[in-house]
């Protein structure tokens, strides 16, 4: 079945680039002229996906008023004779979905998942994104689609990337066996106890059956409810989960340093192509 749905889950506080985020929702912070959502959304659509589930904190409102129209903001470009400016500010072609996340219920990536459970359909998988980082492709090609492309009917996947050996601990490392086969995530690991270099960047194909799962994950040695434990759990079952390597550079905005990177790659190359 084609895969036409995104999960995003855009509910964090953004505690690491407060005070900014204290008006600025973080994933409205921008990179180049565009907020940060806008690479994941446009990565997504790319790849043929129509449907998008944000899942939002309670105060949300600037994520959705990104992606509606603005008829002040119109009426005003048309009467400045700005018409060719239009394009860079019309609404999105998609359908859209904005589920609350409670700011005082349980913790962790499985939460908002769960939230968007009732939008996918029993035998449907949809792609499930963080709306703080993203994959970047200068070429414009779509990782979202090469990581569709590469998940086959009825299974899951997860984009990976190596990453250096003291770098592992900000990720959850993946597992795989001698065979080949996806195992386990262990999340967040000291780089002494790491099993693996090899990183999840936090982009999936999921079922609907992980999806769901996402409701009933135990609460993690390090006190969240993890998305990466309902895949786990998946493969654990017998469920085939592949491990698909990222092609594009994975820009993460959610940091000081990686918002300044981020800028960095992505202003240049605006300038570049001006
Ligand atoms: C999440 C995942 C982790 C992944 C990371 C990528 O962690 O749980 O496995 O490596 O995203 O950014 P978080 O950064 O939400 O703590």
Redesign the pocket.
């Known amino acids: 079945m084609e895969i036409t749905k995104a999960i995003i889950p855009v509910a ?1 506080w953004g505690t690491r680039m407060l005070p900014i985020t204290k008006a600025i929702e973080k994933c409205m912070l921008p990179v180049g002229k565009r907020p940060i959502i806008d690479y994941v959304v446009q990565d997504c659509l790319a790849a043929g996906i129509r449907e998008f589930i944000f899942v939002v904190s309670e105060q949300s409102s600037q994520l959705e008023a990104y992606y509606r129209s603005n008829i002040h903001l119109n009426d005003y470009l048309r009467r400045k004779g700005k018409e060719d400016m239009l394009p860079l500010i019309a609404p999105l072609k998609a359908n859209m979905h904005f589920v609350t996340q409670p700011s005082y219920g349980k913790y ?2 499985a939460v908002p998942v769960a939230l968007a459970s009732d939008y996918i359909n029993m035998g449907e998988s949809a792609v499930v994104l ?1 709306g703080d ?1 993203f994959m970047y492709n200068p070429d414009g090609s779509s990782e979202v689609a090469r990581l569709i492309a590469a998940t086959p009917a009825g299974e899951c996947s997860i984009l990976a990337k190596e990453v250096p050996h003291e770098s592992i601990s ?3 490392a993946i597992v795989i066996d001698e065979s080949g086969h996806f195992r386990e ?1 262990v ?2 690991p000291r780089p002494e106890e790491a099993p693996s270099d090899y ?4 982009k999936y194909v999921l079922t609907k059956q992980v999806i769901d799962s996402c409701a009933t994950i135990a609460v993690s040695p390090r006190g ?1 409810y ?3 434990d309902a895949v786990t759990r998946f493969a654990q079952a017998g469920g085939a989960v592949k491990v698909v390597p990222a092609v594009g550079q994975h820009l ?1 905005g ?1 940091s000081l340093d990686g918002w300044l990177h981020a800028n960095n790659v992505v202003c240049n190359l605006i300038k570049h192509n001006q």
């Open positions: 964090g962790g990536t963080m980082d900000r990720y959850g995530i999340e967040k990183a999840n960047i936090g969240e993890e998305l990466t993460d959610g």
